[in-house]
């Protein structure tokens, strides 16, 4: 049974990090492609990052790109996110995927 565990949220100022862990159970994350999403007020689900099967190819949403980034722990069956200078845009409830399998989530709020 596919099993995914988000950690790693909280509150922060702008400018601030995070990192995030999504922990996997039922399968390998290894060649398997992984998606983190959000789900922010107001705004329906969107894309964050994805990292693809072979783990080399990474693509992340345009207001992302250079702040966060995708990693995957194969000793630990882990999918982890970096998230650096954080912004207030970046709030919201933070999921990863297997296809359309996720989480319970975990909640990043960014608030001065």
């Known amino acids: 049974q596919v099993q995914l565990v988000e950690s790693g949220g909280g509150s922060v100022q702008p400018g601030g990090s995070l990192r995030l862990s999504c922990a996997a159970s039922?399968?390998?994350?290894?060649?398997?492609?992984m998606t983190w999403a959000r789900q922010t007020p107001g705004l329906g689900p969107q894309w964050v990052a994805i990292?693809?099967?072979?783990?080399?190819?990474?693509s992340y949403r345009t207001s992302v790109q250079g702040r966060f980034t995708i990693s995957r722990d194969s000793a630990t069956n882990t999918l982890n996110l970096q998230m650096n200078d954080l912004k207030p845009e970046d709030t919201g409830m933070y999921y990863c995927?297997?296809?359309?399998?996720r989480g319970q989530g975990t909640q990043v709020t960014v608030s001065s």
């Open positions: 995927l297997k296809g359309y399998t």
């Open positions: 039922g399968f390998t994350i290894t060649n398997t492609r």
């Open positions: 990292i693809d099967s072979s783990g080399i190819g990474k």
